[in-house]
């Protein structure tokens, strides 16, 4: 099993940038997905972005291709999403998650962390 904690949320500006970190705790030396999501107000939760267990696969939901960044860093187990240029409609809780199946990341994964706030305002 795997133990997310994500941190890093807050209030910014648009145009902002921000750094979200998800440490993760218990077996994370097998071979998982690791991915972010979101769920904004009134909305159902969207997938965000995906990275494979050694850093080398990633994939971005088209929507936010360009913008969020995911990155890896295997020594401290911990998982990145760094947002460039941020828009109020980016407002929502950020998710981390992970996974053993590539399919399943990116839907239902089987790890979930509690989330951190993202509020941008305009």
């Known amino acids: 099993q795997v133990q997310l904690v994500e941190s890093g949320g807050g209030l910014v500006q648009a145009g902002s940038s921000l750094k979200l970190s998800c440490a993760a705790s218990?077996?994370?030396?097998?071979?998982?997905?690791w991915g972010w999501f979101r769920q904004a107000p009134g909305k159902g939760r969207e997938f965000v972005a995906l990275?494979?267990?050694?850093?080398?696969?990633?994939n971005y939901s088209d929507s936010m291709k360009g913008r969020f960044t995911i990155s890896r860093d295997g020594a401290k187990n911990t998982v990145y999403l760094q947002l460039y240029s941020l828009k109020p409609e980016d407002t929502a809780v950020y998710y981390c998650?992970?996974?053993?199946?590539?399919?399943?990341?990116?839907?239902?994964?089987?790890?979930w962390g509690q989330g951190t706030q993202v509020t941008v305002s305009s």
């Open positions: 998650a992970a996974d053993p199946d590539i399919v399943r990341i990116r839907t239902t994964p089987a790890y």
């Open positions: 218990g077996d994370t030396d097998s071979d998982y997905y």
């Open positions: 990275i494979s267990h050694g850093g080398a696969g990633i």
